[in-house]
T-cell receptor, first 114, second 114 residues
């Protein structure tokens, strides 16, 4: 079975500062990894995903993440935070032959201060 | 192109009642997954439907059941509601086949059980 751990349930960042959200996974087989964002009272929107190939993945809204197999990590970063980045972020994992069943982390709430 | 839609947006029920939630997938998608998101937690996989059959199921009791129609829309039914069933119920659609396929989420139905 696979699992996801997101370090830090709440992160506060200043506008213009680096955003770093940590995600570690556990999987016995090569995983597929996803980051989703959830704005208040809305569903989840895909930011980016890693399946195969290049380990540095670029997504929407200036976010990127790097798959590090040796560290079993898939941390999300954005060089400069905007007020509009305030939301909850979820890391998720699936594995081959699971038909896309997603296992989510508990989420990280991001607050952006002026 | 309409994305994933869900109805109703909000619902209030009392313990012991039954509820039906509905989902229309993104155009062209044939697979529908349902997730339960309790307050302050990440989404938990309930089950997935493909070709009108339940293809896989998460760790949820038989009180949770579903259906997929020939037009790929889906229903989630919950019988004998418990207080603990209060949550945001998310529907996600995708294309069949690969675990790396992106799942597109609807805005959810917020269920409150009193």
């Amino acid at each position: 079975a696979q699992s996801v751990t997101q370090l830090g349930s709440h992160v506060s960042v200043s506008e213009g500062a680096l955003v770093l959200l940590r995600c570690n996974y556990s999987s016995s087989v090569p995983p597929y990894l996803f980051w989703y964002v959830q704005y208040p009272n809305q569903g989840l929107q895909l930011l980016l995903k890693y399946t195969t190939g290049a380990t540095l993945v670029k997504g929407i809204n200036g976010f990127e993440a790097e798959f590090k197999k040796s560290e079993t990590s898939f941390h999300l970063t954005k060089p400069s935070a905007h007020m509009s980045d305030a939301a909850e972020y979820f890391c998720a994992v699936s594995v081959p032959d699971s038909w896309g069943k997603l296992q989510f982390g508990a989420g990280t709430q991001v607050v952006v201060t002026p | 192109d309409a994305g994933v839609t869900q109805s109703p947006t909000h619902l209030i029920k009392t313990r012991g009642q039954q509820v039906t939630l509905r989902c229309s997938p993104k155009s062209g998608h044939d697979t529908v997954s349902w997730y339960q998101q309790a307050l302050g937690q990440g989404p938990q996989f309930i089950f997935q439907y493909y070709e009108e059959e339940e293809r896989q199921r998460g760790n949820f009791p038989d009180r949770f059941s579903g259906h997929q129609f020939p037009n790929y829309s889906s229903e989630l039914n919950v019988n004998a509601l418990l207080l603990g069933d209060s949550a945001l119920y998310l529907c996600a659609s995708s294309l069949a086949g690969g675990s790396g396929e992106t799942q597109y989420f609807g805005p959810g139905t917020r269920l409150l059980v009193l």
